[in-house]
Structures are given as structure tokens and as C-alpha cells.
């Protein structure tokens, strides 16, 4: 839909031009164009404006900062085109993007009436609201998101290391999906490279996704892949699954295992194929 046009947006100019880019939301005005909005409108991200000498400690700065920024930070838009091209889906299958922010995925998905999203924060559903008029979009926390139907692919990039009523944020994400998925249904989330890393530390979390999820692979992203949004050398990835079935062999999780896109491509392609094959 939009084209991806690369802005050079100072981070002291940011919160400015967000609030122009609401501003003429709001009024229903003409004054800047959809394509301009899919591409300098950046959310929260980084503009807390939070010091931390102003706090007694850096955990106490930390919260602080998490709790203004919600865990928001939008998906670079070539990682979000990369991504749909990694599950290619088609114009059948219903697709969801849990905390969507300004909808940044819907940009790459072929059927916008099949495409679901929800978000916490009402200026990134008014600007996701305002560039997919046909998708399906509403302001909606996480916990209590409940539809009445289920999806063939969540696809997403859930708020980092919050905590969602003593559940990590990014696994919280991963059970809401064990819900919200059809049989076999796909998930391709991106989260910090710490996420699931360790059979030892991280042995319940681990475990339930051994339990609930077949896994498809994983694959990491470049350090600088958050830059445009403030967010330097912070390492992260995609991972790819698909929910349990008793018709498709379960392969289990792997923490230490990484493979190239084309291999994750591959694997991705392998997977919705065999489903196909079985959908009856």
C-alpha cells in the first residue's frame, strides 16, 4: 500500500511531529499525506525524557521509563515487510497483530478485511485506524482482548519485559496466542534474544512452549534493527511457530538453534504446505 520512503527524523523532533500527525488526525484534515504518516509517525518509543539521576536507582528508572513507553516500539518497516514475506499469507487466511501500534504490518498483508489488530495506547489506533480503513482495528488491552473467533497467523512485536499480572510481557503474548490460534495456526513474533534462551533459567517458560507449540525456527535480527526508534545495539529476533496439532509431528524447541532467512523461508513455506495438505 504505502511506499517505504527512509526519514532521517531527529530524535529532539520526534514527539513534535507525532503531535502534528495527531493533531491533523484528529481534525480530519488533508494536511499530511497517509504515506508521509506510515512513515514519521515513531510512538513512544524513547521519548520518556526521563533522567536517571533524577531517581534513586536505575530500577526505579527503569519502571519509570517502561511504564510511559507501554513497551512501544514500532516495527521497523522493512523487519515488518520482511516478516510477511516470511509467511507470505494469503487472501483467505485471517491474520492478527496483537499490541499493533500504528499497524505497521498491515502495510504487507494482501486482504485488509481479513487483518485484526488491537492496541493499548489510543494515538497508535488512531493513526493505525487512520492509514487501514478496512482492517479491523481497536484500542484494547492485551488481558482483555477476548473475540468470538480464532486466526490462521498472529504475526507481531509484543512489548518487551513488561510485567502483564507477573507474567513477562513476551510470554504472556505467546499463551494469549495459544487461544487465539486455530488448529495449526502460525505465530512469527520478534522479542529480545534473552527471551526462552536458556532449557536451565528459563525452564517453566521453556517448557509451555514445548507443551503448546510445534517449532518452526528462529532467526536473529542486526543489533541496530530498533535504531530509527532510539534503540541501539539491542539484540533481537524472529521466531517462528505453529500451534500443537495431533495431525502434524511436533517438533520440539531448540534455544540455541539459529538459521538464515532463506532457511527460516524455506521452513515457513515447508510447514503451510504440509497444513494445506491436511486442512481436510
Known amino acids: ?11 529532539s523532533q520526534r514527539a513534535e511531529i507525532n503531535e502534528r500527525i495527531l493533531s491533523a488526525i484528529r481534525g480530519k484534515t488533508k494536511e499530511i499525506p497517509p504515506e508521509t504518516v506510515y512513515n514519521t509517525y515513531s510512538g513512544l518509543g524513547g521519548l520518556h525524557n526521563l533522567k536517571q539521576a533524577d531517581f534513586e536507582n536505575y530500577y526505579e528508572y527503569s519502571q519509570a521509563k517502561k511504564e510511559f513507553e507501554i513497551g512501544q516500539f514500532f516495527t521497523p518497516h522493512a523487519v515488518c515487510q520482511q516478516m510477511a514475506e516470511l509467511i507470505e499469507p494469503n487472501d483467505n487466511e485471517t491474520v492478527l497483530d496483537m ?21 493499548i ?7 493505525a485506524e487512520y492509514l487501514y480503513p478496512k482492517a479491523n482495528i481497536e484500542q484494547c488491552d492485551i488481558r482483555q482482548y477476548n473475540p468470538t ?13 513488561l510485567d502483564f499480572d507477573g507474567v513477562l510481557s513476551q510470554f504472556y503474548y505467546c499463551q494469549k496466542a495459544v487461544k487465539l490460534l486455530k488448529p495449526a495456526g502460525l505465530m512469527l513474533i520478534i522479542t529480545p534474544c534473552s527471551f526462552l534462551q536458556s532449557d536451565f533459567w528459563d525452564k517453566t ?14 532467526m536473529k535480527l542486526p543489533g541496530n534493527a530498533f535504531s530509527c526508534v532510539g534503540v541501539e545495539n539491542f539484540e533481537t529476533k524472529i521466531m517462528a511457530f505453529s ?4 495431525h ?5 524447541y531448540l534455544p540455541d538453534e539459529f538459521v538464515e532467512y532463506d532457511e527460516l523461508k524455506e521452513r515457513i513455506t515447508a510447514f503451510k504446505e504440509l497444513k494445506n495438505s491436511l486442512k481436510h
Open 1 to 11: 500500500m504505502y511506499k517505504i520512503i527512509p526519514q532521517s527524523v531527529a530524535q
Open 99 to 119: 499490541c499493533c501500534g500504528m499497524g505497521n504490518f498491515f502495510n504487507h498483508l494482501p486482504n485488509q478485511h481479513n487483518a485484526y489488530g488491537f492496541d
Open 121 to 127: 495506547d489510543k494515538n497508535a489506533v488512531a493513526v
Open 149 to 161: 473467533q480464532k486466526f490462521d497467523i498472529i504475526i507481531g512485536n509484543p512489548p518487551f519485559n
Open 205 to 218: 517458560q521453556v517448557s509451555a512452549i514445548k507443551r503448546d507449540f510445534s517449532f518452526i525456527g528462529q
Open 243 to 246: 500451534l500443537n496439532s495431533a
Open 248 to 252: 502434524i509431528q511436533n517438533n520440539t
